[in-house]
C-alpha cells in the first residue's frame, strides 16, 4: 500500500485527473456541441480516448523524470514528500518513465496513423524529449522552463483540436462556421491554460527559491529577484482578468447570465484574490497557498466548459 500510495504520488495523480477532466470537457461540451454525431470522424470516440490515455501517459513520465532529476533540490524544498530513493529506487523510477513514455508514443500513433496526422504525432514524440531537457536543464533557466510547460498545458488541448482535423480532413472546409468557432473556443481555453499555468509556474518558483538558489539554478526569482517576479506574475493576472472581464460584457448578448456569474465569481473574483495576497507573500507556506489557490482557479476556468454544453 505504501509502494501503491508513493507512486500515485510521484505521478502527481491530481494533475493527471486534471488532464483528464481538461480533455473529457473540450470533447463532450465544446466538440461534440458544434458538430453533430453525422459531422464527427470515423472511430472519433476511440481515438479520443486513445490520446486522452497518451497524454496522461507522457505526463505522468514527465513528472517521474522530474523528480529523479530533482531529488536534491527536493531534499530542501519538502523533505517529507520525496519518494525518489526514499520509498522507490532511482532504478525503479527510470524504468518506470520509460514504460509510460514508450506506451505513451505508441498510443498517440495507434490514435493518428490511420487519418496521417503525422505532424500531431511528432510534437507528442518530441514532448517526451522535451520533458526530460526541462527537468536536467531548462528548469534551471530563467523563463524558458516556465515557458515550456505552459505551452505544454496548452497543448493538452491544441491536440485535441488538430486530431479533428488531419491533412486529408475536409470538414473544416466544408463547414467553415462551425470550424471557426471551434478554433475560437480552442484558443480560448489553450489560451487560458497557457497563461494562468505560467503564472503559478512563476509562483512555484518563488516557492522553491531557496532549493532551486543551493544547485545553481537560475530561476526568475534567483535572477530577476522576488519583487520583480511578483510584479511579472502581477501583470498576467491584470491581462487574465481583463480578458475574462471583457469576455463576460460579449457574453451578456446571448444571455447567459448563470456562465456570468460563475466566471465573475468563481475565476475573475479568485484572481483579483491573488493578486491582492501576492504581493503581501514573501515566505514558502506563502506561496505554496498562492499556488493551490490558482490550482483552484485553473479547475474552475475548466468547469466553465460546461455551460457550452448547457446553453444553446
Known sequence: MKLTTAFFRLIRWPNLFFIVLTQVLFQYCIYERIYPAGLRNDGDEKQFWTLVFASVLIAAAGYIINDYFDLNIDEINKPSKVVVNNIISRRWVIIWHLVLSVFGVYLTFHALSF???????????????????YSTTLKKKLLIGNLLISLLTAWVIIIIFLSKFGLNNVYHLAHKDLYARFFRLTIL??????????IREVVKDMEDIEGDRDYGCRTMPIVWGLNASKVFVAVWLIVLIAILVLLQFYVIQFEWWWSILYCTLLIVAPLIFVFKKLFAAYTAKDFHQLSNYIKLIMLTGIVSMIFFKIYP
Open 189 to 198: 481555453y489553450a489560451g487560458f491554460a497557457f497563461i494562468i499555468s505560467l
Open 115 to 133: 487519418h496521417f496526422f503525422w505532424p500531431v504525432m511528432l510534437i507528442n514524440f518530441l514532448n517526451v524529449f522535451l520533458l526530460w531537457f
